[in-house]
């Protein structure tokens, strides 16, 4: 079993966290909210008081931050973790983060000889409490094969990408998908129910016909459809349509680098700004429907 410091306890980090406790491993969680940090400590963690002392004396570090800047700021710089690690340390970055920035981590990493991997998750939160998430490796496969178990405790699929960052460019695009699913699924439904059809009834027909996504099987963006969804509890997140705007400008830097266009993906973007202007960033992201709606 491994000493695991778990930095970044948030709607996905403290569920993952808990899976590694139950399978087992040692951790010392650290987060700038302070009641979510003693939350994890009376599940059986050890309560850090900054991320430093969270990663003294352990075997990996994994991090499941908001954004690039963040995740920079731990690692990197003369009072960054990799500056204490030991060299046999694993460091396992889950944040949502820009490929560039990513491989900015893995030069340092390697630099302080830290083996290191790029590792965005998808499944949400649900798929981070049941512990069966699916993770996109970016960086060499024998690391992948060192970090495996803690991995297997928080997921069930494992996708190696490819080299350093690769896993980043998987995750931007997948959600990019995500996004325009999720807008186009809003918009049907929308349509359908303002000419009279029962919303249920759209759903499941579209989930059973040539228009059936993942938002429809589990996530639909409507209110009362799925009882568990985050339509059904408020738009509660969930996955903050401040970071699906995050995620979707990372998609669009990316594009222009790379010369390549992403219309879907640009439109995504600007509808996702236009909810983030009403004060809507902290809702989930299937709160898009409300750009549906007619307002009362
Ligand atoms: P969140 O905002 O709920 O959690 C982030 C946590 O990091 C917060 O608790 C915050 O206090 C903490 N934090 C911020 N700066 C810190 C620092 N310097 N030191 C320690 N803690 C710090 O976000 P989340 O939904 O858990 O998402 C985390 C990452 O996972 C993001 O990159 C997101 O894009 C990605 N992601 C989220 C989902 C989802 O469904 N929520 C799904 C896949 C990927």
């Known amino acids: 079993m491994a000493r695991i410091a778990f930095i970044g306890l948030g709607n996905m980090g403290l569920p993952m966290a808990r899976n590694l406790l139950k399978a087992g491993h040692t951790l010392s969680g650290f987060d700038l909210v302070q009641a979510t940090v003693a939350q994890l400590a009376s599940e059986g963690a050890r ?3 900054s991320a430093r002392d969270a990663a003294s004396s352990v075997d990996a570090v994994i991090s499941m931050l908001p954004a690039g800047r963040q995740v920079e700021e731990l690692y990197l710089g003369e009072e960054g973790l990799l500056a204490a690690l030991p060299a046999d340390c694993l460091v396992l970055e889950c944040s949502t983060i820009a490929p560039s920035a990513a491989r900015r981590v893995h030069r340092a990493a390697a ?5 290191m991997l790029d590792a965005p998750v998808s499944g949400g939160t649900a798929g ?6 699916t993770f996109m490796i970016g960086g060499a ?6 970090a495996r178990p803690l991995f297997l405790a928080m997921g069930h699929h494992l996708f190696h990408a490819g080299a350093d960052g690769a896993g980043q460019l998987a995750k931007l695009c997948n959600n ?3 996004a325009v699913q999720m807008i186009g699924t809003a918009e049907a439904m929308a349509l359908g129910t303002r000419c009279g059809l029962d919303a249920s009834v759209l759903a499941e027909i579209m989930r059973q016909s040539s228009g059936g996504n ?22 509660q997140p969930g996955f903050m349509a401040g970071l699906m ?20 993906g640009s439109l995504a973007l600007n509808l996702y700004r236009l909810l983030l202007q009403q004060g809507l960033g902290g809702q989930d992201f299937s709160a898009v429907q409300k750009l549906f709606i007619d307002q009362a």
């Open 47 to 49: 309560a850090a008081t």
């Open 111 to 115: 630099a302080h000889g830290v083996a």
């Open 176 to 178: 990019l998908l995500l």
């Open 128 to 133: 981070a409490a049941a512990g069966s998430l």
């Open 245 to 264: 705007a995050k995620d979707l400008g990372l998609a669009q830097e990316t594009a222009l680098q790379a010369g390549s266009a992403i219309p879907m």
């Open 141 to 146: 496969a024998q690391t992948l094969e060192r």
């Open 214 to 235: 993942w938002v429809l099987e589990r996530y639909n963006p409507w209110p009362g459809v799925h009882a568990n969804s985050p339509a059904s509890h408020g738009y």
